[in-house]
């Protein structure tokens, strides 16, 4: 047979990732604050965009501003690949709730006003503006106690103090470069350790507690040698530390409690700056009919397609000038569309898990049932990876408490007859019920856990009980021996 070039036409299919469908992944994995700040660039870069008040209804029946649901024929040629996106759309079903029989959560404090007469409504407390830093409260003192090249010194000071308070620094070094005499640091530093909050520019854990007990007048002999010697208090050595101090069992006692009531981060009280509140990106009730799934929506502007202005901008404009406004108007309705799809899908797959872990929202944590990404995602007929994305840096609220979505899925513990059937949470709950409920007498070691766990029907080896017993910050049963010791 003879070699020669030919051409042949032939018909396949492949998965293509389009840029249309790789956004749509990356906004699936957002959490609601992370899309604000997404939306806020896209209506600042797409001007057919319109944002408007979550809770407004005021403007959807106008035809300038259109959700992006309905496209004329002349548009629909340039909308392109988007259109996959919205060819498996659903109906508002999904969000369905009994408006008449429920009543919504507040997503902002403004959506109280109005509800009462009076004030009483909104937390005002809220509004109050954040304490400054620990360096910005010292500072200030700086300036109250210190002038000329003193308050050139103890600035840089201040400025080694780290969160908790303790000074990080050699004082011969930043004398040297500073160019200044040792003993002005340090006549600096004694000042500095006068400030508020007690306890700050120790340079470890007995120097601030010293300050602390001199400030309290207690830093007598015997308080200075137990300071000292901060290692035995830890041990437990109490026999030793009353011949060290040369105090009775009273003493010994009342010098314990006086050194428990010093605070060894003095620092930890200012942070570094306002907490930070975590936004939960669903709300979860229990209504008459069942549970109910709500958006939060209060943190995200509702956008509109704003189609008057890009018939206004189309007539007249040069061909560019078309192709570029109907790109626009193309990426504006698929960004809507994307945004709905996203809403649904996180619906459906909280829905899932809050019939999954029926019994947590019930009842607590000890009826919590194992849970895997894969039965989710068979259950509600997607894919494990999109659960995962739904379910990476999202919080709901429910009634106790705030909670990961993440939280909800865990390792199942075999009970006697290899069911499997408990939580990994559940059991750590169980252990740490026991820890907090031991006798300072009879502290339970991690083999007396383990078998009380396995009398109650759960399968579980003592290394198991330590893993979840140091994930939940216990110490061992000698260490939990001495704190109950020092505690009294």
């Known amino acids: 047979m ?11 299919q492949s998965l293509v990732m389009t840029p249309q469908l790789q956004q749509a992944i990356k906004l699936l994995a957002l959490s609601n604050l992370e899309l604000e700040a997404y939306l806020a660039e896209a209506l600042e870069g797409n001007p057919l965009l319109d944002a408007a008040a979550a809770d407004s209804d005021g403007s959807a029946g106008d035809p300038e501003f259109m959700p992006g649901g309905d496209v004329s024929p002349t548009e ?35 959506d109280n006003v109005g509800l009462s007469g009076s004030g009483e409504d909104i937390d005002f407390d809220s509004f109050a503006e954040h304490e400054g830093t620990l360096h910005d409260h010292l500072l200030a003192q700086v300036g109250e106690r210190f002038s000329g090249i003193e308050a050139i010194v103890a600035g840089q000071l201040v400025a080694l103090i780290d969160e908790a308070g303790y000074l990080r620094a050699d004082l011969a070094e930043l004398a040297a470069q500073l160019g200044v005499p040792l003993a002005l640091v340090e006549a600096v530093l004694a000042g500095i350790q006068c400030f508020d909050p007690s306890g700050v520019g120790g340079r470890d854990l007995a120097e601030c507690i ?37 105090v009775d069992d009273e003493d010994l006692a009342d010098m ?29 009730r229990q209504t008459a009919k069942g549970w109910a799934v709500e958006i939060n929506s ?23 000038s078309k192709a570029w406004l109907s790109e626009q108007l193309a990426g504006a309705n698929w960004l809507v569309r994307a945004l709905d799809q996203r809403q649904r899908t996180i619906v459906k797959v909280a829905s899932e898990i809050v019939k999954q872990q029926e019994g947590f929202f019930l009842h607590g944590v000890a009826h919590m049932r194992p849970l895997t990404l894969r039965q989710v995602a068979e259950a509600i007929g997607m894919h494990e990876s999109t659960v995962s994305r739904v379910t990476s840096n999202k919080y709901l609220s429910c009634p106790r408490g705030l909670f990961e ?17 408990v939580s990994a949470e559940a059991v750590k709950s169980r252990i740490k019920a026991m820890i907090e409920g031991e006798d300072a007498k009879a502290i339970l070691s991690d083999e007396t856990i383990a078998q009380k766990l396995s009398a109650e029907g759960h399968d579980i080896a003592r290394r198991t009980v330590v893993k979840y017993r140091e994930a939940m910050g216990y110490g061992s049963s000698v260490q939990r021996r001495r704190q109950k010791a020092l505690a009294g």
Do not use: W
């Not at 010293?210 to 000292?228: F, G, N, S």
């Not at 200012?270 to 975590?278: N, S």
């Open 2 to 12: 003879a070699l020669g070039p030919r051409l042949d036409l032939r018909q396949s």
């Open 76 to 110: 629909a040629a340039s909308l392109g690949a988007d259109q996959a996106l919205a060819a498996d759309g659903g109906t508002a079903n999904d969000l369905d709730v009994d408006l008449a029989a429920d009543s919504f959560h507040h997503d902002s404090a403004s």
């Open 210 to 246: 010293a300050i602390q007990a001199r400030e309290a007048d207690r830093y007598d002999p015997a308080m200075a040698t137990m300071i000292a010697h901060l290692d035995l208090v830890a041990k437990g050595a109490f026999p030793q530390l009353k011949r060290i101090c040369g």
């Open 256 to 284: 314990i409690r006086e050194l428990r009531g010093y605070d060894p981060r003095p620092g930890l009280k200012f942070g570094g700056g306002g907490a930070q509140a975590v936004v939960p990106d669903l709300y979860i």
């Open 298 to 320: 209060g943190t995200l502007p509702r956008l509109l397609v704003n189609r008057r202005y890009y018939s206004e901008l189309a007539k007249g404009a040069a061909a560019k």
């Open 405 to 421: 979505l993440k939280y909800f899925f865990s390792s199942g513990i075999s009970d006697m007859q290899g069911d499997g059937a």
